[in-house]
């Protein structure tokens, strides 16, 4: 018994610390690396699928920390989640992705939504309606052409999200539910939340042509979505194959690499300027 705490203890002492290490080294970097310039936004443009005009863009956070190099946000977005720095980040993302799109437009080219990922831990704390507000008046940018992906943790999370949603919709601002269906909630709460969008998660979309199940959900999703007079868009698109499967159930959008990965925004004006 004493042997195998030993080798325990010492398992913990060289994996587990290299792995608390990072994530405490990425913990404590956000505020600094804010204040330093290393966090910027790509944009990923959401296609229709009928015109395959470009409809909109979702604004994505990319993290250059000068040690660590490139990290995701699939890594660092639970952490900032954890420490409450997801606030601060998800301000920076907000604004930059208002003022971008301000600069998009009064450059030219044809006016389009921005989509913000707002997390839990940001929609329920503090007055999110207030932050949006102040966003949007100091890029200048109409409240019609911002989007936020809410998710379905969000929305089962607290009793004052309703309200909180009906506030900015009455504002103009667009919402939609990201990764529909990988969540537990239940559908009801369709019925209930005012929101304009359902983002089926990219997992089904992968599958749409390796797994029945997943291609029959995909087609209910979008027939749901319809019934309930709500746009559908589909993410992580890759193939011809996906798009067309995705086209003949009327799909509303799509957004993947088939069409582009998110680019810097100077790519986006390059792509879009006369289109
Ligand atoms: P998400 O909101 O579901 O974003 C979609 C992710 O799928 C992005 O990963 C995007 O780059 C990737 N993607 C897009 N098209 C394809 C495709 O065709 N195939 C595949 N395999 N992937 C595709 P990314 O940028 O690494 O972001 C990961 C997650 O991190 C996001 O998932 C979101 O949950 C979170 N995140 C990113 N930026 C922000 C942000 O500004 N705020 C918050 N709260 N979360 C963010
Ligand atoms: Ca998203
Ligand atoms: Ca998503
Ligand atoms: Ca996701």
Known sequence: VKEEGKNHFQFFTSEMNELVSRKSTIAMSIRKGLKLGEFTVHYQPQIDIETENIIGVEALVR??????????????IPIAEENGMIIHIGEFVLRTACQQNKDWQDSGMAPFRVAVNISAKQFSQGNIATVVTSALEDAGLA?????????????QGATSAISKMQELKTMGIHLSIDDFGTGYSSLS????FP??????DQHFTR???NDPKDAA???????????????????GVETLEQLAFLKNKRCNQAQGYYFQKPLLPEKIEELYMNT
């Open 63 to 76: 993290w250059h920390h000068p040690k660590l190099g490139s990290i995701s946000p699939a890594e660092f």
């Open 217 to 235: 959900l995909v087609a209910t999703i979008i027939q749901m979505a319809h019934n309930l007079e709500l746009n559908v868009i589909a993410e």
């Open 189 to 192: 709460y369709l019925k209930l």
């Open 207 to 209: 599958n749409i042509h």
């Open 143 to 155: 409240p019609h052409f911002l989007e936020l992906e809410l998710t379905e943790s969000i929305i």
């Open 195 to 200: 929101v304009d969008t359902l983002k089926i």
